[in-house]
């Protein structure tokens, strides 16, 4: 044989081998299209925020609204950084907890990395019937500030205050609440109380009008580990609306009044808000009541420099309840924060724990299941707090800190929620009960 003909065998050959090659090897699939991959996984998981009004920075309802953020979710997703969600998983399991699988991650990524193509409109589910400016749906009640308020460019703003009369004749039960500004950027927080009919609490004040209440004080500490009076629902960045189970509810009795609490901080242009609160009755009486009480501490001094100061609270059960959702609470030094519980057996259970606490994004961390507290059970919170200079968030890092309502100031509150039988007294949950912890009864 020739060399000639040897090389062309060769040449068959090798081109034979290459042809079964190509044939028998899968064809490289087809890059995730927004229509048909990507929607989807932003509807399940991102819409929530990310549409017009609420506190996404952006809306992704449309492919043109997402497309020029591809690049960027793809990092965020791969880093963690969203969904925001800062649980440590291996402590607790949530009914709320946002996360995407990795086959999410990577379809979002692939995505990006293809150069974000739109897809075929026909592979477009229905859009999500989002109600506007609501996430607990059309409220069947609507309460709002009775006057906007007028924020400056710049200075500091004491916690206004606004008692807005109910007008309730008969007792109400509350399925779903949501408090909400109408101008986020402006607002740090709102929380709106429930005053009972012969409280005390403010009773010199005119309903309808703002007004400055000054911090009560004891002899030891603020008076921070006693609410003024049913805390209904409350509002930060990040902060999901109060929504139920079927057969749970919150109370506001007859002739009840909500009072506004709002804490206004400038942000350099002059601009004013009008926050308003919808409710959503139970459609029959239920079974258990919930009430939102906290563990909290008000005597820390956090010394100068210190990177890791601890800060502990708790609260002890004075009847058997159930345990239905966890709310830490910190300004910008909070660094991280834990929630156990202690059985009156000694047994104890490390329920939540948040490692990077996030002060911009306040999540409730809403248990999967409630868990069953024995009279004498003590929720436990231990919170560590940065006030040295590596912190970015730190507002000055030579400075003792100590409890106070400014974002400067610091605060460490264990919010939770209590699940109850609805004929129970609410002051079975108090140990001493003449003088309840969590509920004011002035």
């Known amino acids: 044989m020739n060399g000639r003909l040897l090389f062309t065998l060769v040449l068959l050959l090798s081109a034979a081998l290459s042809f079964g090659q190509s044939t028998s090897s899968p064809a490289p699939s087809a890059a995730p299209t927004f229509t048909r991959d990507v929607a989807p996984i932003l509807q399940r998981n991102c819409q929530v925020c990310h549409r017009q009004g609420e506190a996404g920075p952006f809306s992704m309802l449309t492919y043109e609204q997402t497309r020029p953020w591809a690049m960027a979710m793809k990092l965020d997703v791969q880093t963690g950084k969203m969904p925001p969600w800062f649980a440590d998983a291996r402590y607790g399991k949530f009914s709320n907890a946002m996360s995407l699988s990795p086959s999410e991650i990577e379809t979002l990524a692939k995505w990006a990395d293809a150069g974000a193509p739109k897809g075929d409109p026909k592979d477009m589910p229905p859009p999500v019937e989002w109600v506007e400016g609501w996430g607990i749906g059309k409220p069947d009640l609507v309460y709002e500030l009775p006057v906007p308020f007028d924020v400056p460019a ?61 911090q009560v004080k004891t002899k030891e500490q603020p008076d921070t580990s006693a609410l003024p009076s049913d805390f209904l629902v409350g509002y930060a960045p990040g902060q999901p609306p109060e ?39 139970a459609k ?15 005597t820390f001094k956090i010394p100068p420099g210190h990177p890791n100061y ?74 560590h707090f940065d006030n040295s200079p590596s912190n970015p968030e730190n507002a000055d890092a030579t400075k003792e800190v100590t409890w106070g309502e400014q974002s400067w100031d610091e605060m460490m509150v264990g919010f939770f929620n209590l699940v109850f039988d609805a004929k129970m007294p609410v002051e079975n949950l108090f140990l001493d009960r003449k003088n309840p912890s969590g509920v004011a009864r002035n």
Not at 245 to 265: C, E, M, N, W
Not at 284 to 298: C, F, Y
């Open 284 to 298: 029959e009486l239920p079974k258990e009541r919930v009430l939102t009480l906290s563990a909290t501490n008000g």
């Open 154 to 214: 710049s200075g500091v703003i004491d916690y206004q205050h606004v008692i807005v009369p109910t007008g309730f004749t008969e007792d109400r039960w509350i399925q779903a609440a949501e408090v909400r500004p109408t101008e986020r950027t402006i607002v740090h927080h709102i929380i709106a109380f429930v005053r009972e009919p012969g409280s005390n609490w403010f009773r010199e004040q005119k309903p309808g009008v703002f007004f400055t209440a000054p």
């Open 310 to 383: 601890r800060v502990d609270a708790s609260f002890e059960v004075g009847t058997d309840v159930k345990l239905s959702g966890l709310h830490p609470h910190m300004h910008g030094r909070g660094k991280d924060f834990e929630y156990r519980v202690l059985y009156p057996s000694g047994e104890s259970k490390k329920l939540l724990s948040v490692p990077h606490y996030d002060w911009h994004w306040q999540n409730w961390y809403n248990l999967e299941e409630p868990i069953v507290l024995p009279k004498g059970t003590k929720i436990e919170c231990t919170a």
């Open 243 to 281: 929504i139920l189970r079927p057969g749970q509810a919150k109370l506001i009795k007859a002739g009840s009044d909500i009072i506004f609490q709002v804490h206004y901080t400038p942000h350099g242009h002059a601009t004013r808000d009008q926050s308003r609160l919808g409710i959503i009755f």
